[in-house]
C-alpha cells in the first residue's frame, strides 16, 4: 500500500527533486480533515511546564516594539496579555504528546535525523514573530484559523536587521508573495527564505515541522573533537623525509602536505566517521531530560511482549542507523552505539523505521535481539507500553 503522505497529488519523488532545499510550495488541503491534537488550553498548560521550552512574542505597533518573553509561565501570565499582536510558540510538542510523532512521521520521505521538532505556535488577530528567516526547512501546516504568509527573498547573516529587537526581524520588510493558509493547508520553506506570518482574526494556530542541518562549523569541531578524544600525545607530526632547507623561517610546502596527509588519514576513516556521526545526530535534542529506563531483564521482555505488550520508542529520542553489511548495522539511540547483528540488526532497522514493535517483529528466541531491547529500554530510549 503507498503511504499517504501530506503533499497533496505530488509524490515525495517530485518533492523532493523539485522543491526540497530548493524553493517554497504552497499545498492547499495537504491534510485533509485535519483535527488539532490539542487545545489551546492544552498548549498554553505545556508551556507552563518546568521542562518544556517556549516564548512569547508581542508586537507594539504604536511603539513599534517587539518584546520576547521565554517559558516556563505562570497562568497568570496569560490572563494579562493585551487584545492584539502577540503569539506563543511551544517548541518540540511531539517530545511531549504521542500523537504529535504519528504527524511528524507522516513526513518521514526525509530521513527521521534531519527532524528537528514539532513546534505549535498560537497567536492572536495580527499575532506572529515578525519578517525573518531560518537556516531550517520547515513545513508549516495551518492547524486552526486563519494566517497570512508572506515571502521575501534568499536573506543570509549578512542581511539587515533590526538591532533594537529581541528577535530577528527583518526591517523594510517587503512581500514578493502572499497566501492565506486554512486549516489543512501547508507551506513549505527552504532555509534562509524570508518570511512573515500574521494571524488573521484569532485563534490562529500553526504547526511548525521543522529540519536540522548541522553547520559545517559544527561538524569540523565535533568530529575533530570526537577523533582527538581517542588520540593520546605520541601520534605526532613525523618528518623523516626532512631535506635542508634554504631558510629555516620558511613552513615549506612539503610540512605543509604532511599537515595535510595527517588531516586526510583520519577524515578518510569511513568507520569513525560513521561512529562519530550516528552519536552525533542522535543526540536528544534536551540531553538534561534524558531518565534512566527500566532495568528488565531479557526473560522479562520476552514476557511482556508475549502478554501483547508493545515496546516504543521515547518520544524524545533519537534514534538511526548505519548498515555494516546486509547482516550487520551500528544502531544509534540518544547519542550512543549499538553494534547489532542478525535478527539485532533486523530489529534495530525495524524499530528505526516504525517507532514501536509488538511481539509479533521481535524474535524473541534471539538472545542477541533481547538484549539489545533491554539496553535500549535500560537508557530509556525506549519504553514497554500496554497493547
Ligand atoms: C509561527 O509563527 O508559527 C511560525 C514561526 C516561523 O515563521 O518560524
Ligand atoms: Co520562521
Redesign the pocket.
Known amino acids: 500500500m503507498k503511504k499517504q503522505v501530506p503533499l497533496g497529488e505530488m509524490t515525495p519523488e517530485q518533492f523532493l527533486r523539485d522543491y526540497w532545499q530548493k524553493k517554497p510550495l504552497l499545498i492547499r488541503n495537504a491534510i485533509p480533515d485535519f483535527e488539532p491534537l490539542l487545545s489551546a488550553d492544552e498548549l498554553a498548560g505545556l508551556a507552563c511546564e518546568q521542562d518544556v521550552e517556549s516564548r512569547l512574542i508581542r508586537f507594539d505597533a504604536q511603539g513599534d516594539t517587539w518584546t520576547l518573553d521565554k517559558g516556563p509561565f505562570d497562568e497568570s501570565h496569560f490572563a494579562n496579555l493585551p487584545q492584539r499582536c502577540w503569539?506563543l510558540?511551544v517548541q518540540a510538542v511531539d517530545h511531549w504528546l504521542p500523537e504529535a510523532t504519528e504527524l511528524v512521521d507522516k513526513f518521514n520521505f526525509i530521513p527521521n535525523w534531519r527532524v528537528d521538532d514539532l513546534?505549535?505556535?498560537y497567536?492572536v488577530d495580527g499575532?506572529?514573530?515578525g519578517p525573518?528567516y531560518?537556516n531550517y526547512d520547515?513545513f508549516?501546516l495551518q492547524a486552526e484559523g486563519t494566517?497570512r504568509w508572506e515571502i521575501g527573498g534568499i536573506c543570509d547573516e549578512h542581511s539587515p536587521r533590526r538591532e533594537d529587537a529581541p528577535v530577528m526581524i527583518l526591517p523594510q520588510w517587503e512581500a514578493e508573495q502572499s497566501f492565506e493558509l486554512n486549516p489543512g493547508d501547508m507551506l513549505y520553506l527552504p532555509p534562509q527564505v524570508a518570511?512573515?506570518?500574521v494571524a488573521i482574526g484569532d485563534g490562529c494556530v500553526?504547526?511548525?515541522i521543522g529540519f536540522r542541518a548541522p553547520a559545517h562549523n559544527e561538524i569540523l569541531r565535533s568530529f575533530s573533537d570526537f577523533i582527538g578524544e581517542q588520540l593520546g600525545r605520541e601520534q605526532r607530526y613525523a618528518d623523516a623525509d626532512l631535506t635542508l632547507q634554504d631558510n629555516p623561517g620558511q613552513i615549506s610546502a612539503a610540512a605543509l602536505s604532511r599537515v595535510a596527509d595527517i588531516l586526510a588519514s583520519y577524515l578518510g576513516n569511513r568507520e569513525q566517521l560513521a561512529s562519530w556521526f550516528g552519536q552525533y545526530m542522535t543526540e536528544p535534542k534536551y540531553p538534561e531530560l534524558v531518565e534512566e529506563g527500566e532495568q528488565l531483564e531479557e526473560s522479562d521482555i520476552a514476557e511482556a511482549l508475549a502478554e501483547g505488550c508493545s515496546i516504543r520508542r521515547a518520544e524524545g529520542s533519537r534514534f538511526a542507523y548505519i548498515d555494516r553489511d546486509a547482516d550487520s548495522v551500528l544502531l544509534f539511540a540518544d547519542g550512543q552505539q549499538h553494534e547489532a547483528e542478525g535478527e539485532a540488526a533486523a530489529l534495530a532497522r525495524h524499530i528505526c523505521r516504525e517507532r514501536g514493535l509488538d511481539a509479533a517483529q521481535v524474535p524473541t528466541q534471539s538472545s542477541t535481539a533481547l538484549s539489545l531491547l533491554k539496553t535500549l529500554l535500560q537508557n530509556g530510549c525506549c519504553y514497554l507500553t500496554e497493547g
Open positions: 503569539t510558540l513546534m505549535i505556535s497567536a499575532g506572529g514573530v525573518h531560518d520547515v508549516l494566517r518570511h512573515n506570518g500553526t504547526y511548525s
